[in-house]
């Protein structure tokens, strides 16, 4: 039985009450249910009905309002069961209705013995306590009303209730009969009442006859089965000459290979040029091309690394020279050569000091030391020149005096006098003399100064002419390989496409070939062999022969009335008569209705203007 659902009960609950209409019966799932009956003041128990257990199905079978009520004893899960599940599982299990209807006297015979006994303990007890106790007399009184009540609904005759015993023989006849008519009611909800319909059909088979027809080129080498002769599917008909098919088949082969070959080449450069491992082509011609690429890649990248080396060792040379030139015009931390503008400006205080002009010492090494030794040599020989001149002045001042007191002559005094002046003209040609060494020293090095400048800029420009060059190398060599490889990208993508497209037409022509022994579709009889023989030569599509099918289904359309169409469902198994072929003496045939149509036709199967359903 399908279960509808479950419900839990709490202890207490009811599951349903005395004089309720009841349409579900319950089986327990789990705890236990009792079964009452309510007398008025206070219920009875009837029964205790355990897990595994049906009850309240007398509701579905007889419709009437329920006799007693049920009620949760423990809590409980109860599974709920409709009349359409209870009466399914009965027309499957037979064993069931019988089951039910012992179970239903038992239900019977327990209420009416635990009533009589109840019945009748109460009865004893008033008589033995009768003259004890006044609030025990209420309680008997309680217990007879009540008992008397239940009792009355079983049988109205309580002092005849212990001698109902039926004989065996009533009994069985009575469970008979109630048993029949349970499998009745239970036929009559299942049974189906079958209703025949005749009408006219039109017989058709599923496959039509078969037209075998020739799929290419070819001449016909040999015939196999002539008109009338029985095939079966795959049977050899007819084979096909395979002279021409065989030699496209050997030339779609070879050039295949030659493709893979290339093919296996071009991917061998390609890795080449990608400066990645491969290994060369074994098929002797392909390994040639492969060398001969390998060889010219070699000696691009031998002359492109040559060429940058030459320009690298320039830019050395160059490198070094602007170091130099820059170590003559700019001054940097520890440098131990003079630049340019620091021999300028120790000159120029050279002569400020040989001028006896206010002057300014360098204070960077090594101009500091070279104009500390240029002022001592001027101002010591400067210092010794005036001092000689001092003393040759105060020589010719005192030779004066000495003339003017006549004490020398003319002559010495001249001779001091020569002596003075001499002195003094060496030390003007002394300072003359320096002075005009240092300025040409000076316009010397202003013209060096200029000059180095001049060649900083120059060999700067060359060294980015020169780096430009390597960098021009490097990116014509990268563009001579990225074209290499391009081309033989698109060598490569060419060839796939041809390597697919021959490896289609082999497809093909294998297929071909699969199909020059022409075989039969299907099994069947050869209607007709076309005017066709060994040599003709036939063409794609042309049919060779017609075979008709066998063991094949059989389709007949049929005409459905709409007065009829109620009674017509999918699946209906039907029985069809061949008019030609006698029932009684060739059986007849079975089939199923498989398809209704939507809606009515206008014309029958026979071109009357008709509205049926076509069927």
Known sequence: MAEKGSKTYLVGDFIFREGEQGNIAYVVESGVVELVKFTGEDYVTLSEITAGTLFGEMAIIDGSPRSASARAKEECTLKEITEEQLKAYMSRSPDTSIDMMRRLASYARSANEKLNKDAFEAANEDTEYSSNDSDKSNLREKVDKNTSKILKEFNEDIDQFTDISPDRTVFITGTAILFLAIL????????????????????????????????????????????????????????????????????????????????????????????KETVPPSDPLQLAIYNSLVKEIKNHKSLNSSTIDRLKNDIDVLTNEIKEIEG??????????????????????????????????????????????????????????????????????????????????????????????????????????????????KIQLNEELIQANFSFKNKTLSLKKLNAQVLETKINSEVFLNNLLKSKNSELQALSNQK????????????????????????????????????????????????????????????????????????????????????????ELIGELISISKDTIDENLSGDKSSVYRG
Request: glycine share 4%; proline share 3%; aromatic share 6%.
């Open 500 to 587: 697919l497209a021959l490896e289609e037409k082999l497809i093909k022509l294998e297929r071909q070939q699969s199909d020059r022994i022409l075989k039969s579709p299907i099994s069947g009889t050869i209607l007709k062999i076309e005017d066709l023989y060994a040599g003709s030569v036939i063409s794609p599509g042309k049919t060779i022969l017609t075979i008709v099918p066998e063991n094949v289904e059989l389709f007949v359309s049929v005409d459905i009335k709409p007065s009829d169409i109620t009674n017509v469902f999918e699946g209906a198994k039907v029985k069809i008569l061949l008019n030609a072929l006698p029932s009684q003496k060739h059986g």
């Open 184 to 275: 009745f009611i239970v036929w009559a909800s299942i049974a189906k009442i079958d209703i025949t319909l005749s009408t006219q059909g039109k017989l058709s088979t599923e496959v039509p006859n078969v037209s075998v027809q020739a799929n290419y080129n070819s001449v016909i080498r040999e015939i196999f089965q002539s008109d009338g002769d029985r095939v079966q599917i795959g049977e050899p008909l007819i084979a096909f000459d395979e002279t021409l098919l065989a030699s496209d088949i050997r030339d779609a082969k070879i050039s295949l290979s030659s493709a893979n070959n290339t093919l296996s080449r071009l991917n061998s450069e390609i890795k080449v040029i990608q400066n």
């Open 328 to 441: 003559k015009l700019n001054y940097s931390n520890g440098q131990k050569i003079e630049t340019l503008q620091q021999k300028i400006f120790t000159i120029e205080q050279a002569i400020k000091i040989i001028k006896n002009e206010s002057y300014t010492s360098p204070d960077s090494e090594p101009s500091s030391t070279i104009f500390k030794a240029l002022e001592n040599k001027y101002k010591s020989k400067i210092s010794s020149l005036n001092q000689e001149i001092e003393i040759l002045n105060t020589k010719y001042e005192r030779s004066k005096n000495l003339f003017n007191s006549k004490i020398i002559s003319d002559k010495d005094l001249e001779d001091a006098k020569q002596l003075f002046v001499g002195k003094k003209a060496e030390k003007s040609i002394y300072i003359n003399s320096e002075l005009q060494k240092l300025i040409e020293q």
